[in-house]
């Protein structure tokens, strides 16, 4: 008596031939779809730069296939993980605090790549409320601090009879070490400890009309939250840096053109993905917005980037490959 067969015997049978014959017609030394790389983003400790890698992972992955992977690190430690390979690009530098850097790694070792501008311009400079130099007009400018009254308004049980200048985030960099004695100025520095920090005490001043000198910087949202003037110092020069080493500035910080900077092997290493970050450039006030979006309005760095992809698409499909 001849056994009868069950269907689901013949359906497999059916599908083992069809694989053998698409094994059989398979090009000779095809291989399977390589995955394509993970990108590894630095982000720094502060606004402007969440966005921009924000920014970036968005287009990364949804436009390129990248996966992406973002790691928070300090300014300064970020350049010998950008020579190692262990990060692959940084989109917001300052080049006035990293001439050594610069010098290092782009020009000496050449293992960190120059990625282009970013677009924005920045400039750190020292800030007091509006209603400070309206009330005393010589604290528009460096010398008002040099008389030890006015200085002296802004002194804190810490400082004694010195005013306190507010500073950010030990990490950042910061010259008034130099500036304050150089210059002559009856100041003595107070380090905040971080941005969060800073603002919180501008907050509290500003609501109670209280004297405040403090480091802050444009591009920033603080600008269109409170009327803040910028205390002029003397002059930015190239002569003047040149005494960092001695401790001898004495002058204001540069305008920044904020750079972007890679790995020297992202081009070899995913070559579309180092295209697009060439490419990636946008305007201060675009920069602006994302930010004010982030400090102001309480959005994610996610949701203020995905806000400005939406509204600029003539820009970013420019940046692709």
């Known amino acids: 008596m001849q056994t009868r067969r069950s269907p689901v015997w013949l359906i497999l049978g059916g599908l083992v031939l069809l694989a053998l014959v698409a094994t059989a017609c398979a090009p000779p030394g095809a291989a399977p779809k390589e995955e394509k790389p993970v990108i590894k983003l630095a982000e720094n400790p502060w606004s402007g730069s969440a966005a921009n890698v924000a920014v970036a992972k968005i287009l990364l992955e949804e436009q390129l296939g990248y996966p992406v992977e973002v790691v928070t690190v300090d300014e300064n430690a970020q350049w010998a993980a950008l020579a190692s390979g262990d990060l692959h690009a940084s989109l917001e530098v300052w080049p006035s ?4 850097n610069v010098a290092e790694y782009i020009e000496g070792q050449k293992v960190v790549e120059n990625g282009g501008l970013l677009g924005p311009v920045g ?23 040099k008389d030890p009254e006015l200085a002296k308004l802004y002194a804190t049980a810490e400082t004694g009879d010195k005013g306190q200048f507010l500073a950010g985030d030990p990490s950042w960099v910061q010259y008034e070490d130099q500036i304050i004695p150089n210059l002559g100025l009856n100041l003595q520095v107070v380090v905040a400890g971080s941005e969060e920090a800073l603002l919180a005490a501008l907050d509290a001043a500003y609501s109670r009309q209280d004297p405040i000198l403090f480091y802050f910087w444009t591009p920033h949202s603080v600008h269109a939250k409170y009327e803040l003037h910028e205390v002029e110092l003397p002059p930015y020069s190239d002569e003047c840096y040149a005494k960092a080493d001695q401790g001898g500035i004495d002058c204001g910080y540069p305008p920044d053109e904020l750079f972007k900077i890679f790995w020297a092997g992202l081009k070899d290493y995913a070559p579309d993905a180092y295209t697009f970050l060439k490419n990636f450039n946008y305007t201060t006030e675009d920069q602006i917005q994302m930010i004010a979006d982030i400090e102001l309005e ?9 806000a400005w992809i939406e509204a600029n698409e003539a820009t970013w499909k420019a940046w692709l490959p």
């Open 298 to 306: 309480d959005k994610s760095a996610e949701e203020a980037a995905r």
């Open 97 to 100: 605090g990293h001439a050594e």
């Open 123 to 145: 400039k750190i400079g020292w800030y007091t409320p509006k209603y400070m130099v309206d009330q005393y007009p010589a604290l528009a400018t460096w010398e008002g601090f």
